[in-house]
């Protein structure tokens, strides 16, 4: 079994900051990509950032210049400094690999549970 888990998520003011963490565990054979996606309230699940094996990285508009998305490959983590925060970044910030399992062979679309950012004064 294969699974991904994101950490620091929490209350943080506005222009504050925030790192979350992602790792992913179980039979993997490797990971082609990871990434962040976010879910406010009542609105569509949208991209934040992702970042491929080879390095090429992705940002949305909204984030661009503020978040930074990087990776360890040793632990299979997956990370998201975010810089500068607004209230309109709060969500549900999800984590998402693509992966081989080394058990079944098979490519898998993982997605975390997520975990919750609010920025509030």
């Known amino acids: 079994q294969v699974q991904l888990v994101e950490s620091g998520g929490g209350l943080v003011q506005p222009g504050g900051s925030l790192r979350l963490s992602c790792v992913a565990s179980g039979s993997i054979a490797s990971i082609n990509l990871m990434g962040w996606y976010r879910q406010a309230p009542g609105k569509q699940r949208e991209l934040v950032a992702t970042?491929?094996?080879?390095?090429?990285?992705n940002y949305a508009d909204s984030v661009k210049g503020r978040f930074t998305i990087s990776r360890d490959s040793a632990e299979n983590t997956v990370y998201l400094l975010m810089n500068s925060l607004k209230p309109e970044d709060t969500a549900v910030y999800y984590c998402?690999?693509?992966?081989?399992?080394?058990?079944?062979?098979?490519?898998?679309?993982?997605w975390g549970r997520g975990t919750l950012v609010t920025v509030s004064a």
């Open positions: 970042d491929t094996s080879g390095g090429s990285k």
């Open positions: 998402n690999a693509g992966v081989v399992s080394s058990f079944s062979k098979r490519y898998l679309d993982l």
